[in-house]
């Protein structure tokens, strides 16, 4: 099925299990490398090792930050135009949008790579504890103009109908890069360094691989001559700045949560904030993949002034986020010591106790989560970037800023019920943005005007 007829005239409910739930799997299966890796580097490397990773994840991350910016900042616009059937500027923005790409990782990589000592220090860690962080940062520092390009491309490939080709080339990559983790760490003994190799290693490979299509010239998206301009990079600016705005905050706020947990509870603390991310980490793709895997058809319809599908759509979107995040209460709230024993082999009795206590509050963080995650992508979706923003900023530092010093007395347990804070705070949040323009995403279908007869 062409992308144009899935977006157009697929039942919702339909066009929800063809596009959202390959996407989910797709978006778990690109997340799960970071789970093994974690799981590699506790298992092989020890505590000190698990710990220096989860130090240096969130510049990791930043470090991915603008490409995902680009990434999603052209999806959107690149839907919209080709719903106004405007294949053209779809094809500059796409082609543009990949050379911005490459040049982000350029430059940001350069950077990463000269700061992570002083990065380090500046967390409060020292001597092997910082010297395995540097490592593993300038592994992915280094690696960053080639690998960066793997979430966008992913977006690109749904937009184009490939959503199980996208699955399938995401499983490939996790696969991949366990495959050279364990080689890497279980058979050739190296150092957390080569578990940072793992990982770029199989990105480079899905992302040659992903482009395959597009330089054959077989898909919708095509490479042009590019045409930069101002408005095109604004708006890929405005589109993106949820999704950027929301690591970036996000990787700030996890770089005060170290740096807090490092004086509170030393490594710790910082052992158990890397658990909660990693169960985290498994189930925010799932959130993510549905949801994102709903824009373009979204974005397409909205451009296409198709109004009563795009709210069909986003009901399935809701609906299935809920679903998920109420699930992951449960998941998480009764099976805290099993979750710890994947992550860090025979845990201590400090380990585990304290982990035990921290995963059962951050459980409830997920009663309310999907609502926000859903509202956020909602937003993006239909081209309003500033309250997208506003949601994606709120929650991944403001709220959890305000909230560390609100829940200051309580100490680490603070710590940890701020996540579940945050998550109530964002759909308090999202509730009101959806009333302030609920008229707007009411409007009627537009009507298509057709031309009278006889008219040359």
């Avoid at 992913?154 to 995401?170: A, E, T, W």
């Avoid at 799932?286 to 058809?297: E, F, I, V």
């Avoid at 025979?346 to 995963?359: E, K, Q, R, V, Y």
């Amino acid at each position: 099925m062409s992308s144009i007829a899935l977006f157009a005239k697929t039942p919702p409910l339909k066009l929800f299990f063809l596009a959202s739930i390959p996407g989910a799997i797709s978006m778990l299966a690109s997340a799960l490398y970071q789970t093994i890796d974690g799981v590699f580097v506790g298992q092989f490397l020890g505590s000190t090792a698990f710990a220096a990773l989860n130090l240096a994840m969130p510049f990791v991350i930043i470090n991915f930050s603008l490409a995902d910016l680009i990434g999603v900042g052209s999806s959107v616009p690149i839907s919209v135009n080709l719903g106004k059937e405007n294949s053209k500027e779809a094809h500059n923005i796409f082609t543009c949008a990949c050379l911005m790409i490459v040049g982000a990782g350029v430059a940001i990589g350069a950077v990463m790579f000269a700061a992570a000592p002083l990065l380090m220090r500046l967390m409060g860690a020292e001597g092997e504890f910082a010297r395995l962080a540097v490592q593993y940062l300038r592994v992915y520092a280094l690696c960053s103009p080639v690998t960066t390009i793997i979430f966008a491309v992913d977006n690109y490939l749904r937009i184009c109908g490939y959503i199980r080709g996208s699955m399938g080339l995401n499983i490939f990559m996790s696969i991949v890069s366990a495959g050279l983790e364990f080689l890497f760490l279980g058979v050739f003994h190296w150092g957390i360094w080569a578990a940072a190799l793992a990982t770029c290693s199989g990105m480079c490979i899905s992302a040659a691989i992903a482009f395959i299509p597009f330089f054959r010239g077989k898909a919708l998206l095509r490479f042009c001559k590019p045409r930069f301009s101002g408005k095109m990079i604004r708006q890929i600016i405005a589109c993106g700045s949820p999704n950027f705005l929301n690591n970036i905050a996000g990787r700030i706020t996890s770089i005060l949560m170290n740096f807090i947990l490092v004086r509170l509870g030393g490594e710790t603390a910082v052992s158990v904030y890397g658990i909660l991310m990693f169960a985290e980490g498994f189930i925010q793709p799932l959130l993510y993949g549905m949801c994102d895997s709903l824009q373009p058809a979204v974005g397409y319809n909205w451009g296409a002034q198709k109004f009563s599908r795009v709210r069909a759509i986003e009901k399935c979107c809701f609906a299935a986020a809920a679903v998920v995040s109420l699930l992951s209460v449960f998941a998480i709230a009764f099976l805290p010591e099993q979750i710890t024993g994947l992550f860090v082999a025979n845990p201590s009795n400090d380990i585990l106790n304290m982990s035990i206590g921290a995963l059962r509050l951050f459980s409830l963080t997920y009663v309310t989560r999907w609502f926000s995650f859903a509202t956020q992508s909602y937003m993006l979706a239909i081209e309003k970037p500033l309250p997208a923003s506003l949601i994606s900023l709120s929650t991944a530092l403001l709220f959890p800023v305000v909230l560390v010093g609100a829940l200051w007395p309580l100490g680490l347990t603070g710590i940890w019920m701020n996540f579940a804070g945050t998550s109530l705070l964002a759909a308090i949040l999202s509730a009101i943005i959806l009333k302030k323009i609920w008229h707007e995403l009411k409007k009627p279908d537009a009507e298509k005007t057709v031309a009278p007869e006889g008219n040359s």
